[in-house]
């Protein structure tokens, strides 16, 4: 299995711009798709993007599109989630999550991988 490490979270402002970052090991990168999950307390998992083994698609979840931009350097077994404009309702410990090959990406079930979260929290 890849191991997943997220960083990059923190306390922002609503407006504020983030960048999080998953770095990856252990496997080949480029064999795996990658997504970003959020969950906040007593809630299940929410998909917020996921990308391709190439990086040539992206995709997002319901309501994500617009603020959210996810990116990938296969060279650097690094994963990026560039958030702007960020809202309370943002506020949630972040997952970067892998799946080996391309495939479905906004279902936790078919990911394998999972980093330990990276808590991003916006006040107003």
């Known amino acids: 299995q890849v191991q997943l490490v997220e960083s990059g979270g923190g306390l922002v402002q609503a407006g504020d711009s983030l960048r999080l970052s998953c770095a990856a090991s252990?496997?080949?990168?480029?064999?795996?798709?990658m997504g970003w999950f959020r969950r906040t307390p007593g809630k299940e998992y929410v998909f917020v993007a996921g990308?391709?083994?190439?990086?040539?698609?992206?995709y997002y979840g319901n309501s994500m599109k617009g603020r959210f931009t996810i990116t990938r350097d296969n060279a650097k077994n690094m994963m990026y989630l560039q958030v702007n404009s960020l809202k309370p309702e943002d506020t949630a410990v972040y997952f970067c999550?892998?799946?080996?090959?391309?495939?479905?990406?906004?279902?936790?079930?078919?990911?394998?991988?999972w980093g330990q979260g990276t808590q991003v929290t916006v006040s107003s």
């Open positions: 990308i391709s083994t190439s990086g040539g698609a992206t």
């Open positions: 252990g496997r080949t990168f480029s064999d795996y798709a």
């Open positions: 999550a892998a799946r080996l090959y391309d495939g479905a990406m906004a279902r936790t079930v078919d990911y394998t991988s």
